[in-house]
């Protein structure tokens, strides 16, 4: 069956990085367009960045524009989400996608001093 399993969250203070990683098993990961969402408290979930099968074109949310970056490996099924000059209002649980409505159990993002 598939299988999504993010790792990297934590606690980060303003200014900071961190990289989120979502290792994919039980489905064609090579030919399956990838996203990365997110859930603060009392919000909707929202898509954060997408990548297609061959890694060759990536969209953001406006929110993280110029700050996050998604990257894939094909080769070890794993998508990456590199976040730059993290806010505040980064915090959120944050999970990868894969198509049919296949989910990952997220990874807490905290922005705090």
């Known amino acids: 069956q598939v299988q999504l399993v993010e790792s990297g969250g934590g606690l980060v203070q303003p200014g900071g990085s961190l990289r989120l990683s979502c290792a994919a098993s039980g489905f064609t990961f090579s030919s399956s367009a990838m996203s990365w969402y997110r859930q603060a408290p009392g919000k909707e979930r929202e898509l954060v960045a997408r990548?297609?099968?061959?890694?060759?074109?990536?969209t953001y949310a406006d929110s993280v524009k110029g700050r996050f970056t998604i990257s894939r490996d094909n080769a070890k099924n794993t998508v990456y989400l590199q976040m730059n000059s993290l806010k505040p209002e980064d915090t959120a649980v944050y999970s990868c996608?894969?198509?049919?409505?296949?989910w990952g159990q997220g990874t807490q993002v905290t922005v705090s001093s």
């Open positions: 990548i297609t099968s061959a890694g060759s074109i990536t």
């Open positions: 996608y894969a198509p049919l409505g296949n």
